[in-house]
């Protein structure tokens, strides 16, 4: 069952294989045909059942953690007493929702994958980070494949937010035609920039080096979504940034930046920056921004996940 569970489209041919290679035994077509038939209805009759209790889960979900969202779409019930078909479902637990309002920094990361069931359906994350740059989820999504479309949603529903790629997705697709390390050290560094002068050194070094590739970087979205010398300081989201070495910034303390902005995009000092601190014979952890502070990482894991019982007690729904 196991090996037909994530292929339901396996063929007899295959099963009577499968049988050989797990059992050492060799099975007629026509027995082959009947099992395959069975498990498949085990199969599909199992993840059938648990999305028709989808609407109990969710009046479970929200009876045992307060303010959770739990919102189910389905298509449109085409006459009286006719089958609705599951769409989409969003799940937002309460206490993920309340740790992210209230200790979190105003930062979410947005992926998707593709789910290899039975239901070839994709399966969507929204995530922000903890104190200590571990991920904190809020909230996920299950829906149809075909539906598209991050750009244009993010755009419509947080039209004021500042919207960044991830460099790692960037890479994916860049290195489909530019191959070798040095294109790929190339990428990550002119990401890696933390200002402006430096991230236009950068691209005309690469335009010297391969002008080809330096084409595809002038064609891939503005660097104000993936470059470091571009992202304003309020996130406080240090990741995957790294400072230049070898130059000269300056320090103020009081305003707690650095003309390398390294201190003010992340909210911890940098090298130039801790190096002054220890001048003044103070402690630099004196000067991590609040975000980073044990404080707020002890409120945020307050808020806990409580275990729901099994489904015998989910309270009966009406779905008419
Ligand atoms: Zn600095």
Redesign the pocket.
Known sequence: MERIRPNSQILVRESRQTVNEEYQAQISRWIAAKVRKLVLEMIKGSVEYQYKRIWEYCAKIKKTHDGSTMEVMFTPFRELGGNPKFMRIYCCLGSMKKGFKDDCRPIIGLDGCHLKGTYKRQLLTAIATDPNNGWWPIALGDIEREATGLDRASAEVLPNCEHRYCVQHMYQNFKKKHTGLPLKNRLWNIANCITEELYNKAMAELKDFDNWTYQWMKNAPAPQHWCKAFFPSHTKSDMLVK?PRGAQ?A?DMEKRN???R??EISGIP????IAAILLKNEDPREYLNVCYSRGLFLNLYRNVLQPISGEDHWPPINNA
């Open positions: 400072g910034f320090v650095c003309t390398c390294l201190w940098c090298c130039h920056a």
